[in-house]
């Protein structure tokens, strides 16, 4: 017997979006089942992981502080994704983006001046930019495959951060901590929500997002890309190169990465730490799939995942559930919602028949 | 005597397509019956069911006066059916012989000893030892010949056999069919060649739509007749160009040497070639000996990494330059493959028209312009007959002759000082081909340069100013039409000339 997948024709909108609702469906599902079987209270792990995120002002402010980074990378990768170019690496670039931000308020602790903060925002997408930006140089000059390259990259950038936090980088009076100085008043972003944490980098993320729309929907260079993923064979014979595609497609995803790298040591962290790497660059990966590459549904997708590493974390707490089973949770979620795109899309044959 | 096979009120719906609708069908032994329509018309859906690819939804098939129910191939080769497809299914890296044994029962020295008899007796002749990769279109078809032979089949049927042959092939190929119907085997021929279907064929059977408009002895009649029945409407005339004035040499390939690195692929050695304003040049030779790597180097989808004055465009050299370029200096070029190269097929008409309109005014600051892309698009539509729901319709919906007819729309309405087009009609039905050629020489008698590439000869003879022919990447002197022949072109095609 042969099965083959046959393209559906025509499909309408409300479709399309009931593959994330489903996905949502089975992997809480299959959560329930798996949480049951560690013997740990499946109700009340579903119960911290889904619901308790929107419950009380505190819970929901962490999940916008949450999307925001989330939001950011995953517009940046979902810009390459859609250009069949695979930029796995955004957790390396984030910690590299971080870096170069951090640079400017650990050489001039108490510095106040008002483009303090500007500049290391601008500094962090460039290291961010710059990190992707070496894979892309590989890539055009060597094709070395940019998945395998932007995931060492991530590797070598935990150990530069590693390295400096452990050595130069260390706060003197910080007890041996590997960690920075506290940075000035001056690198830290305003709070946009008071009593929170949630600063303005969440309205920049919402602003970058509909960048990425204009871009994507209403820019000739969108067009370009999305040309390249669609059909590289058309984009050759129109003439877009693919070494364009791929330049602009890993010097974006590193530049929103870099971005949030920033961010998180200009917010919520205020100094530099080893856990500014905490998987967004990851996780980042399944809101832009969850979103569909598309800006908007990124904007979803993102407050969706927000929500759940807030609830993962609740989980941890309330229902003993361990650090592995939210990142069990998260690959499900992306499992289940690639399956279901995939039967959405395609009609399934069975053939009994041998064909000639 | 009841007829070898008989097909009553056959029907085979896919989706919302109606494929074949309540076709009745009779073979005798001993003919030569051929199945005429467009493409689309639903023949190769008919032949599926004969051979037992698929099962017909409604309807009755016969076998010597018998009702069967054919679910698979290996049914219908046990009762006798034997095909051979449009494309071989042989593997390259075997013999002939041992191609054969996979399906043919019987020891080596047997078959290759069937080969050869077979071949003597039908004008087969075919080296059993031959590895498959070294034959010429013609052998490999003949092995598919003689594969399907050796199993006694009553039956034969034949998808577009001649159109992968050089004129020559096609003069034996008939008469090893004359000879096999000499000796009481039924022969379906499948072709939308008229004269050929007047030359072999005792009947035909003429689809249109999926049904069948005609039952007819197509001695009697007309080439012109049979097309009129099968299109539906009277054809429309031919196009030969009238000669015409010439303008400057606008595309000059000079000593264009190229090596490909692909183990598979051909290399081109010393190719030279002019066009000038207003002449059509016609490529002719079957595809594979380099017709793909000519059209790249000529578009610029394949840029010379030195040299870039073996390939001038307007004067200027541009074999350096990549397909952006040389576009922007005035060149177009319809490929041979539209979905995927010519157009993307998941994206709208509109978007497909930005695909290498986007200098036209349907980009402005780096923006799209949809009003002026949804324009430009309807225009296309309209001036080229694209039979669609409208511009927003995705590419892939269209049947490839619509969408041959946009991508040459899409290409003409550049207005090119060079046009390049690789197989215009490949796969478009007759009534869009004439139209099609029609367009390219009112384009040449514009004034452009344009360069065709294809494998039907007739094309070439009816819309060219000169042929060249390129075999085994070597491409042959040119010569004007008016002075040379179809056979002079055929030995060419197949490297006989000295």
């Known amino acids: 017997m042969k099965i083959t997948f046959e393209r559906r024709t025509a499909l309408s909108r409300p479709v399309l979006f009931a593959a994330p609702v489903i996905a949502l469906g089975l992997a809480m599902l299959t959560s329930l089942i798996l949480f049951a079987a560690l013997g740990k209270p499946a109700g009340q792990a579903l119960y911290s992981l889904l619901l308790e995120p929107f419950v009380g002002w505190y819970n929901i402010s962490e999940v916008l502080l949450k999307m925001g980074p989330l939001m950011l990378i995953a517009q940046g990768l979902a810009i390459g994704f859609r250009a069949n170019v695979f930029n796995i690496g955004a957790e390396g670039q984030l910690i590299i983006g971080a870096l170069f931000a951090s640079a400017l308020p650990i050489y001039f602790p108490e510095g106040s001046s008002p483009l303090m903060l500007p500049a290391m925002i601008a500094l962090g997408a460039l290291g961010g930019a710059a990190w992707a930006g070496i894979a892309a140089g590989l890539r055009v000059r060597f094709n070395a495959n940019e998945i395998l390259v932007t995931l060492m990259l991530t590797l070598i950038a935990t150990q530069v951060l590693n390295y400096l936090l452990l050595g130069p980088w260390k706060d003197p009076n910080g007890f041996n901590f590997p960690q920075s100085v506290i940075f000035p008043d001056a690198a830290l972003l305003p709070i946009l929500l008071s009593g929170t944490r949630v600063n303005i980098s969440v309205l920049a993320a919402l602003l970058l997002s509909a960048l990425a729309y204009v871009m994507m929907r209403h820019r000739f260079s969108g067009y370009q890309l999305l040309v390249g993923g669609l059909a590289p064979r058309a984009a050759r014979y129109a003439g877009f190169t693919e070494a364009r595609a791929v330049w602009v497609s890993l010097l974006l995803g590193g530049l929103m990465a870099g971005l949030a790298g920033a961010c998180e040591v200009a917010g919520p962290l205020g100094q530099l730490q080893r856990s500014v790497s905490t998987g967004y660059g990851y996780s980042a990966i399944i809101v832009a799939y969850l979103g569909g590459l598309n800006p908007l549904g990124i904007v979803v997708s993102a407050f969706l995942m927000a929500a759940l590493f807030i609830g993962g974390d609740n989980a941890m707490v309330s229902a003993d559930l361990p650090v592995a089973a939210v990142f069990v949770f998260q690959g499900l979620l992306l499992v289940f919602y690639l399956a279901s795109l995939t039967f959405i899309r395609h009609r399934v044959i069975f053939n009994t028949a041998a064909r000639a | ?498």
């Open chain 2, 1 to 498: 005597m009841a007829p070898l096979l008989q097909l009553s009120g056959v029907s085979k719906r896919y989706g919302g397509v109606q494929a074949n609708s309540g076709i009745d069908l009779s073979v005798d032994a001993g003919t030569i019956h051929a199945i005429l329509g467009e493409n689309g018309a639903g023949k190769s859906t008919l032949m599926k069911l004969i051979y037992g690819v698929e099962r017909p939804d409604e309807g009755q098939v016969f076998w010597q006066g018998g009702a069967v129910a054919l679910s698979s191939p290996s049914d219908a080769r046990r009762l006798g059916i034997g095909m051979v497809f449009q494309h071989f299914s042989l593997f390259e890296t075997l013999s002939v012989v041992q191609n054969m044994a996979l399906i043919v029962p019987g020891s080596k020295t047997e078959l290759a000893m069937r080969i050869r008899d077979l071949g003597a007796a039908f004008g087969l002749s075919v080296d059993p030892q031959a590895m498959v990769h070294s034959l010429s279109v013609g052998e490999r078809q003949r092995v598919e010949i003689i594969r399907c032979l050796l199993l006694n089949p009553k039956l034969l049927i034949l998808d577009e056999p001649t159109s992968v042959l050089p004129p020559q092939s096609v003069a034996l190929l008939f008469d090893t069919l004359r000879a096999l119907r000499a000796k009481g085997m039924a022969i379906l021929f499948i072709s939308h060649k008229l004269e050929e279907i007047r030359e072999l064929c005792d009947c035909a059977t003429i689809l249109r739509q999926g049904k069948v408009t005609a039952r007819l002895d197509p001695r009697q009649g007309t080439a012109h007749d049979l097309a009129t029945l099968m299109i539906g409407r009277p054809m429309p005339p031919p196009v030969h160009p009238t000669p015409h004035g010439l303008g400057e040499e606008r595309l000059a390939l000079s000593n264009l040497t190229f090596a490909n690195e692909d183990p598979f692929g051909v290399s081109l050695k010393d190719v030279s070639l002019s066009v000038r304003g207003g002449e059509i040049l016609g490529i002719a030779g079957i595809s594979g000996n380099g017709q793909q790597e000519l059209a790249a180097l000529i578009s610029g989808e394949i840029a010379l990494k030195s040299g870039a004055s073996a390939v001038t465009l307007i004067g200027q050299p541009v074999g350096n330059l990549g397909a952006a370029a040389r576009r922007k200096r005035g060149l177009a070029f319809v490929p041979e493959d539209r979905l995927g190269r010519g157009a993307v097929p998941d994206m709208s008409l509109a978007d497909n028209a930005l695909l290498t309109a986007h200098s036209r005014g349907l980009v402005q600051n780096g923006f799209i312009n949809r009003k002026a892309e949804r324009a430009f698009t309807a225009d296309c539509i309209a001036r080229f007959d694209v039979r669609t729901a409208g511009p927003q319709a995705e590419a892939g919906s269209l049947s490839g002759g619509n969408l041959q007819k946009f991508i040459m729309g899409r290409e003409m309405m550049l207005e090119p000082s060079v046009l390049l087009v690789a197989q215009p009609t490949w796969g478009v039905d007759i009534g869009a081909a004439s139209e099609i050629r029609q367009r390219l020489v009112a384009m040449r008698n514009a004034g452009a340069a344009i360069v065709v590439i294809s494998e039907e000869i007739d094309e070439l003879f009816e819309i060219c100013d000169r042929l060249q022919v390129l075999h085994k990447g070597h491409l042959s002197p040119s010569q004007d039409v008016a002075a040379t022949s179809v056979e002079q072109i055929g030995t060419y095609m197949i490297g006989a000339a000295a």
